[in-house]
């Protein structure tokens, strides 16, 4: 008894040892502005704009770092944006931290997780839209992490007289913002922190550029800070292959991680130049004694076209799919779109994806959320089938540093609809082909693009096209919102789907025009 007193006296002792040095990294958070945010389920909500600021060791593991000026107390200092949308009665919250990684300076959370269906939010926005995240008690920060983009690193004037920025303090930003706002009762000047006493989990969200921070964010060990993890669990959202290229110092003004290998560029250094699965890294972390975090990896169709997605699951050689380890999950929504665009832009070829891919995220945001905080079971991995790419449509090839490699793209049907994955309702009874290739694929890949059906037979032979008609498909409008009802049912069960989200669908099904319009009844009072 007396031996597991002083475990337990002892682990108390570090733990509050550690959370006083975890929360004297962050030296000051100063509150620049608190308003109103909304109404929810779970209560009021509060915007707060702030600045947070801190300090790190000069011996710390970041290039550059021991170049950078020292403060007075033998450390280098850093400050940088930071947006909380949080409960305003404590009580009402979930427990759980959502820490949003903005994507060049621009917040992803309500986009992700908030967005309706027919006006697809952009990246930047804090409107409420759905309240998908109030609603279920989410309390969100958004960390601002990227040079230029709302976080101020440290610098230097190298041998050429030329300043440089140690960009990877961006990573140490997101580690020492985490620990502070999920553990710390306040600042070393004694301010308080606004999340304390609510937080009993930490979740991490990154889209695309901010996706690839994630995966390097683990791979480096920023996911540590003494014995304490930072995320809990991470939902890494259209991300592709490869890392982020900022354990370096740069020039500026912009971030070294602000480009991406495309079609004018594909040997953009950096990206592809080191691990390219989820499973390697993990193996990397696991190899460090680390307990890695909870994922789920969530990719479409246009990834594999133009951010050679296939690498992230087969690493660099091969067609062969490597094993995922147990902490991770990956999910394909098939013949989605990379980006949501609700007009046509005039310089592109086609008309841009469709499919609305936000209902997934949030289901699958949920189910991140539960196996973190109860461990129960998220749904299977559901990946679409792979096959190698060919001249059509464009496709980026493979780095020149990688010789090995085999791009892969996605298997489709008759239609030019993806097989396999995680298949919407709009795609298990399309209206038209969805995800494929938009030219000029300079401008316009991640979009993707949509395809129409023909009306009926006789303007599918006007067209020229092969595909059976929206009239060859489906006997009525009932016809057709019965299957679209079906597969919504059958996404709720498998957990891909939200009672709320199946209600969207079925109701703009309900109210397509595909089947002509809806005419008012002359009878009606």
Known sequence: MKNSLAVIATTAALSSLFTLNAAAEVTRLEITSTQPYGTFRAGNYTIIQATLHGQLSPKEKIPGLEKAPLNEAGQV??????????????????????????????????????????????SGTFEQGTGFLQDNGFSV????????????????IDADNQRKYVEGVGFAIMRDAGIFLAHAAQDSKGNANPLAGMISRTLASGKSQTGRFLKS?????????????????????????????????GSGPTSSGNGTPNFTNPELPGVHDGLLTIGEITAQVVA??????????????????????????????????????????????????????????????????????????????LRLDQ??????????????????ASATPATL?????????VIQVPKLDADGNAL???????????????GGQNAPETRCSLMGSYIPFAKDANQRAANNDLRLSVAERYKNRDDYVNRIRGAALSLLESG??????????????????????LKPNPNAR
């Open 288 to 365: 460090r004694g680390e307990v890695a975090p909870k994922m789920m990896l969530i990719t479409t169709s246009t990834d594999y076209y133009s951010l050679r997605a296939s690498l992230g699951r087969t690493g660099a050689e091969g067609q062969t799919d490597q094993a995922l380890p147990a902490n991770v999950r990956m999910y394909d929504i098939a013949s989605s779109s990379h980006v949501l665009i609700p007009l046509k832009p005039p310089h592109c070829t086609l008309l841009p994806g469709s499919l609305d891919w936000t209902p997934v995220s949030r289901a699958t945001f």
């Open 371 to 388: 196996w973190v905080g109860s461990n129960a079971p998220p749904p299977a991995t559901q990946l679409m089938p792979l096959e190698r």
């Open 77 to 122: 200092e850093y400050s940088t944006k930071l947006v909380l949308t949080i409960p305003t009665d404590k009580s009402r919250g979930n427990g759980a931290l959502l820490i949003d990684v903005p994507n060049r300076g621009k917040a992803y959370a309500s986009a992700l997780y908030n967005s309706p269906r027919d006006e697809p939010f952009q």
């Open 397 to 405: 090839k493979a780095p020149n540093n990688l010789p090995n490699a």
């Open 217 to 249: 964010f683990l791979l480096n060990g920023f996911n540590m800070a003494g014995p304490q993890r930072v995320f809990d669990g991470m939902h890494v959202f259209v991300s592709g292959s490869g890392l982020l290229p900022i354990m370096q110092t």
């Open 496 to 517: 891909f789907l939200l009672q709320d989200d199946a209600a969207v669908i079925v109701q703009a099904a309900a109210a397509t025009r595909a089947f002509g319009e």
């Open 141 to 156: 920060a958004e960390v601002y992490w990227e040079l230029g983009q709302g976080a101020n690193l440290p610098s230097f």
């Open 420 to 434: 396999g994955g995680v298949r919407l309702p709009d795609l298990v009874a399309p209206l038209g082909t969805h």
